[in-house]
């Protein structure tokens, strides 16, 4: 019975928590709270039990934190759900089975081991990426500078590592020592990433110049089929085209060096573009500017035949500088999948480059923008209501692994600007503000990062530390314990 209580005790705490832990209510704090309490269940309880009552907890929370923010019909998001749910107990589980076989230093390095490998093998198999990650959950500017070292796996694995150590400081509670220990490590898991994150941001240039640039938003959608309404689509794109084009000027008049528009701005036929091009070629060398015009090119015969989600970069002498189709659409997306070789340009601003919206989910994929030394990366966008700001915020992340300044402009949802180190420059809020275009001053400056050079390294050196500890832990008794 008593067993029973504490169990309760833990339960209902940590069902409210974990609400709050992702998805559409994130308090950053949550995670550092319901990771130690879900940690602490799953020691408490036999394995059996921990599958039959956490995975249903788990599976309920997604449900619910998730909902319209992965649009997915309904039987397939419970299924997204489940498994989700899954994977994320499979740490808990690993760490249930073995955290009394082996020596003190390995009981406390089993689950952030595991909770980074797994959260690492789950961003490689789901379509996703990235998304969804706990990471992302983290707003601490100073904390989230390590993410320039380690990617977010260093994020998760400071979770990982602070939850076991307050289950060990708990389990020691009677042992002034260990309990001590426990404690100071804690302080310095806790304080160090913060140290080195303040840093690294005041020990940089602060005179970086600045180049003013312009986000300009459009709603267009053509919801009929194109090969039967052919005269009417080119009517109401070249239209479209027009105010955008104006839009352009209006903004180059108003200082802008970079004028960029959202993702699919403009519907346009494939056997139109060289039209666009001319004209937006003729407004870039008469205003001085570089226009980043991204639109959904069209065949006759769409939807019949996929188009093209993508962006073409104009310079200011009124050449096309390069031309890049999205690497990762959407599962729901009728389109052509890019080569996904980055494409980048040098301007007067320093090199620039572009990837679209869902690209940003992956950081291996983004590691190309890093390793060319790019100053700005500009990224059309287009979300929805229920998940923004999130997938602009989990863009910023991008820019302090690979240290490039990041403009991303995004339709329906939050445009935003950010420096190298994830400093908000500026920003607009669809849903809030009203208005179609977002301004900001943003440095053309870039800093190497340590993550940009070594990748995935840390999540290698946490999976091939994982497994020698289970070699160890699995052969322990019958090679290096002793009678006695």
Request: glycine fraction near 6%; charged fraction near 15%.
């Given at each position: 019975?008593?067993?029973?209580i504490?169990?309760?005790?833990?339960?209902?705490?940590?069902?409210?928590?974990?609400?709050?832990?992702?998805?559409?209510?994130v308090?950053?704090?949550?995670?550092?709270?319901?990771?130690?309490?879900?940690?602490?269940?799953?020691?408490?309880?036999?394995?059996?039990?921990?599958?039959?009552?956490?995975?249903?907890?788990?599976?309920i929370?997604?449900?619910i934190?998730?909902?319209?923010?992965?649009?997915l019909?309904?039987?397939l998001?419970?299924?997204?759900?489940?498994?989700t749910?899954?994977?994320?107990?499979?740490?808990f589980?690993?760490?249930?089975?073995?955290?009394?076989?082996?020596?003190?230093t390995?009981?406390?390095?089993?689950?952030?081991?595991?909770?980074?490998?797994?959260?690492f093998?789950?961003?490689?198999?789901?379509?996703?990426?990235?998304?969804?990650?706990i990471?992302?959950?983290?707003?601490?500017?100073?904390?989230?500078?390590?993410?320039?070292?380690?990617?977010?796996?260093?994020?998760?694995?400071?979770?990982?590592?602070?939850?076991?150590?307050?289950?060990?400081?708990?389990?020691?509670r009677?042992?002034p020592?260990?309990f001590?220990?426990?404690?100071?490590?804690?302080?310095?898991?806790?304080?160090?990433?913060?140290?080195?994150?303040?840093?690294?941001?005041?020990?940089?240039?602060?005179?970086?110049?600045?180049?003013?640039?312009?986000?300009l938003?459009?709603?267009?959608?053509?919801?009929?089929?194109?090969?039967?309404?052919?005269?009417?689509?080119?009517?109401?794109?070249?239209?479209?085209?027009?105010?955008?084009?104006?839009?352009?000027?209006?903004?180059?008049?108003?200082?802008?060096?970079?004028?960029?528009?959202?993702?699919?701005?403009?519907?346009?036929?494939?056997?139109?573009?060289?039209?666009?091009?001319?004209?937006?070629?003729?407004?870039?060398?008469?205003?001085?500017?570089?226009?980043?015009?991204?639109?959904?090119?069209?065949p006759?015969?769409?939807?019949?035949?996929?188009?093209?989600?993508?962006i073409?970069?104009?310079?200011?002498?009124?050449?096309v500088?390069?031309?890049?189709?999205?690497?990762?659409?959407?599962p729901?997306?009728?389109?052509?999948r890019?080569?996904?070789?980055?494409?980048?340009?040098n301007?007067?601003?320093?090199e620039?480059g572009?990837?679209?919206?869902?690209?940003?989910?992956?950081?291996?994929?983004?590691?190309?923008?890093?390793?060319?030394?790019i100053?700005?990366?500009?990224?059309?966008?287009?979300?929805?209501?229920?998940?923004?700001?999130?997938?602009?915020?989990?863009?910023?992340?991008?820019?302090?692994?690979?240290?490039?300044?990041?403009?991303?402009?995004?339709?329906?949802?939050?445009?935003?600007?950010y420096?190298?180190?994830?400093?908000?420059?500026?920003?607009?809020?669809?849903?809030?503000?009203?208005?179609?275009?977002?301004?900001?001053?943003?440095?053309?400056?870039?800093i190497?990062?340590?993550?940009?050079?070594?990748?995935?390294?840390?999540?290698?050196?946490?999976?091939?530390?994982?497994?020698?500890?289970?070699?160890?832990?699995?052969?322990?008794?019958?090679?290096?314990?002793?009678?006695?």
């Amino acid at each position: 019975m008593k067993k029973f209580i504490e169990v309760i005790k833990l339960l209902i705490p940590l069902g409210l928590i974990l609400f709050f832990t992702n998805g559409r209510w994130v308090i950053p704090i949550a995670v550092w709270i319901s990771t130690p309490l879900l940690l602490r269940l799953s020691r408490e309880l036999k394995l059996l039990s921990v599958v039959l009552i956490i995975t249903p907890l788990l599976f309920i929370v997604n449900l619910i934190i998730w909902k319209n923010i992965i649009p997915l019909p309904v039987p397939l998001y419970q299924i997204v759900s489940l498994i989700t749910s899954i994977f994320t107990l499979i740490p808990f589980l690993i760490d249930g089975l073995l955290y009394q076989k082996t020596n003190r230093t390995l009981s406390i390095l089993i689950f952030p081991l595991s909770f980074v490998s797994f959260h690492f093998i789950f961003s490689k198999i789901s379509p996703s990426g990235t998304f969804g990650s706990i990471a992302y959950t983290q707003t601490n500017i100073y904390l989230l500078q390590i993410i320039s070292i380690t990617g977010i796996w260093g994020i998760i694995f400071l979770i990982g590592l602070f939850s076991s150590l307050i289950n060990y400081a708990y389990e020691y509670r009677s042992n002034p020592k260990e309990f001590r220990q426990a404690i100071l490590i804690l302080a310095c898991i806790i304080i160090l990433p913060l140290i080195y994150g303040f840093i690294r941001m005041h020990s940089g240039n602060e005179n970086i110049s600045t180049v003013k640039t312009a986000g300009l938003l459009n709603e267009f959608h053509f919801n009929k089929r194109v090969d039967r309404n052919i005269v009417e689509f080119d009517s109401v794109s070249l239209n479209q085209q027009n105010q955008l084009l104006d839009r352009t000027i209006q903004s180059a008049r108003k200082g802008a060096k970079f004028v960029v528009w959202q993702e699919a701005a403009l519907f346009i036929r494939k056997n139109r573009e060289k039209q666009l091009i001319e004209c937006a070629g003729k407004i870039a060398k008469e205003n001085r500017i570089n226009i980043g015009a991204a639109v959904l090119s069209v065949p006759d015969n769409f939807p019949n035949s996929p188009a093209e989600n993508k962006i073409i970069w104009i310079n200011p002498d009124g050449e096309v500088a390069f031309e890049y189709i999205k690497g990762f659409p959407t599962p729901d997306e009728f389109v052509i999948r890019g080569n996904r070789i980055f494409q980048y340009t040098n301007s007067k601003y320093g090199e620039i480059g572009s990837f679209i919206c869902f690209d940003m989910n992956f950081p291996d994929y983004i590691k190309q923008a890093g390793k060319e030394g790019i100053h700005i990366l500009f990224v059309p966008s287009n979300d929805w209501k229920e998940i923004t700001p999130y997938h602009t915020k989990l863009a910023s992340f991008r820019a302090i692994e690979q240290g490039f300044n990041l403009f991303r402009v995004t339709g329906h949802g939050y445009s935003a600007a950010y420096d190298v180190y994830g400093n908000e420059l500026a920003s607009f809020n669809f849903y809030k503000e009203k208005g179609n275009e977002i301004y900001a001053d943003i440095p053309f400056n870039n800093i190497k990062t340590i993550y940009s050079s070594v990748g995935d390294l840390f999540f290698w050196c946490c999976i091939v530390s994982l497994f020698i500890s289970l070699a160890y832990i699995f052969f322990y008794k019958k090679y290096f314990s002793r009678p006695g």
